[in-house]
């Protein structure tokens, strides 16, 4: 069956989660890979994904800055669920950054830190997929607010999937506890968002729970997920597997 994008679109807005990756993996097979950066929305995906496709493909924009409790839950995440987490690395080296830009570039352009660091091997790896599956929240900045669980990517040009887009940190949690998944003991010491070692702190009490990423910058994304509040879905057609939208089982949820 061949169904446009906006079609589709609009009846995932109903599905649950695991709904949504399994439509995707039907659909796009070995075409389509999840980003992480093994926040704890990431984490809730890696198991449900796994649960569903024991074979899915998991990468990481590995940008040499990372906390080294990231790095370990790295290894937990690779031995617990059996998979092999592709890292992508920048073509340019921090030692070669620093040459070229000076030191501690991300004290004074963290817009083009992330760009060279995170954007750029993003763009690379996304260049050779249909679909990229995301753990963004609608809730968590205001470039995200009119996520869809199923989208057309207008930066990266293809097919993105955000499983989570209408959940709350209170339900990620949930999902966390309930099935003992794995998470970065950060996020314990006030830490519910983490990136890189330099651009990364606690949040204090009262605080956005972002608050803590680019401190003293108005800068809450690092340029991977931009806004389609009025992005035109293109007309593209999938072949949609019958059946990939049923309901999920109990022991799935």
């Given at each position: 069956m061949?169904?446009p994008l906006?079609?589709?679109q609009l009846?995932?807005?109903?599905w649950?989660?695991?709904e949504?990756?399994?439509?995707a993996f039907?659909t796009f097979g070995?075409?389509?890979?999840?980003?992480t950066?093994?926040?704890?929305?990431?984490?809730?995906?890696?198991?449900m994904?796994s649960?569903?496709?024991?074979n899915?493909?998991?990468?990481t924009?590995?940008t040499?800055f990372?906390f080294p409790?990231t790095?370990?839950l790295?290894?937990?995440?690779e031995?617990?669920y059996?998979?092999k987490?592709?890292?992508?690395?920048?073509?340019?080296?921090?030692?070669?950054?620093?040459?070229?830009?000076?030191p501690e570039?991300?004290?004074r352009?963290?817009d083009?830190c992330?760009g060279?660091?995170k954007?750029?091997?993003?763009?690379n790896?996304?260049?050779?997929?249909?679909a990229?599956?995301t753990?963004?929240?609608?809730?968590?900045?205001?470039?995200?607010?009119?996520a869809?669980k199923?989208?057309w990517?207008?930066?990266?040009?293809l097919?993105k999937?955000?499983?989570l887009?209408?959940?709350s940190?209170?339900?990620?949690?949930?999902?966390?506890h309930k099935h003992?998944?794995?998470?970065?003991p950060?996020?314990?010491?006030?830490y519910?968002?983490i990136g890189?070692?330099h651009?990364?702190?606690?949040?204090?009490?009262?605080?956005?729970?972002?608050?803590?990423r680019?401190?003293?910058?108005?800068k809450?994304e690092c340029?991977l997920?931009a806004?389609n509040?009025?992005?035109?879905?293109?007309l593209?057609?999938?072949d949609v597997p019958l059946?990939?939208?049923?309901?999920?089982?109990a022991?799935?949820?």
């Open positions: 061949r169904e906006e079609d589709i009846r995932s807005e109903s649950k989660p695991e949504v990756l399994r439509w039907a070995d075409d389509v890979a999840m980003a950066g093994f926040g704890v929305e990431g984490m809730a995906l890696i198991d994904a649960r569903i496709n024991p899915v493909q998991v990468f924009g590995d040499e990372l409790e790095y370990d790295i290894d937990r995440v031995k617990r059996g998979i987490v592709e890292r992508l690395y920048s073509a340019v080296t921090p030692e070669e950054q620093e040459m070229e830009h000076g570039l991300w004290k352009n963290p083009r992330c060279i660091r954007v750029e091997p993003l763009k790896k996304l260049a050779g997929l249909r990229w599956i753990a963004i929240r609608r809730d968590q900045t205001s470039a995200r607010a009119y869809r199923i989208e990517d207008i930066k990266f040009q097919v999937i955000n499983p887009a209408d959940w940190a209170p339900m990620v949690w949930s999902y966390i003992n998944v794995p998470y970065n950060m996020h314990d010491r006030d519910p968002s890189c070692t651009c990364t702190r606690a949040v204090k009490p009262g605080e956005d729970s972002r608050a803590g680019w401190a003293g910058f108005q809450t340029g997920h806004g509040k009025s992005a035109r879905i293109p593209v057609h999938l059946g990939v939208s049923q309901s999920v089982t022991d799935e949820t």
